[in-house]
Nanobody, 122 residues
Framework: QVRPVESGGGSVQAGESLRLSCAAP????????VGWFRQAPGKERETVAT???????YYVDSVKGRFFISQDNAKNTVYLQMNSLTPEDAAMYYC????????????????WGQGAQVTVSS
């Protein structure tokens, strides 16, 4: 299985937007869930958003209404649109997919990208 690759991180001012992309050449995202996670220095990793094969989405409360996860099957890419960013959103963001045959609940033991850094200044 191909590890996902994140892109689109960067440095922005509070209130601005960024869009992260997650691609995995050779892997069909539409057949499995894809999750976005983040970890800030000194903090635990947290699930930010997940998209399921059915199209259902999950968001952690702190990003609801500001972040949006979507999937482009033609490009085999999953996006995380992040709006109204705050300094509390600054972290390394990771994309992950479950191992072949694993349920989505086991995504954390799956395949992880190298991460995309998001920096937000006030």
């Amino acid at each position: 299985q191909v590890r996902p690759v994140e892109s689109g991180g960067g440095s922005v001012q509070a209130g601005e937007s960024l869009r992260l992309s997650c691609a995995a050449p050779g892997y069909t995202f539409s057949s499995s869930c894809v999750g976005w996670f983040r970890q800030a220095p000194g903090k635990e990793r947290e699930t930010v958003a997940t998209i399921y094969p059915s199209g259902r989405t999950y968001y952690v409360d702190s990003v609801k209404g500001r972040f949006f996860i979507s999937q482009d099957n033609a490009k085999n890419t999953v996006y995380l649109q992040m709006n109204s960013l705050t300094p509390e959103d600054a972290a390394m963001y990771y994309c992950a997919t479950p191992r072949s045959g694993d349920a989505c609940s086991l995504i954390k033991r799956g395949y992880w990208g190298q991460g995309a850094q998001v920096t937000v200044s006030s």
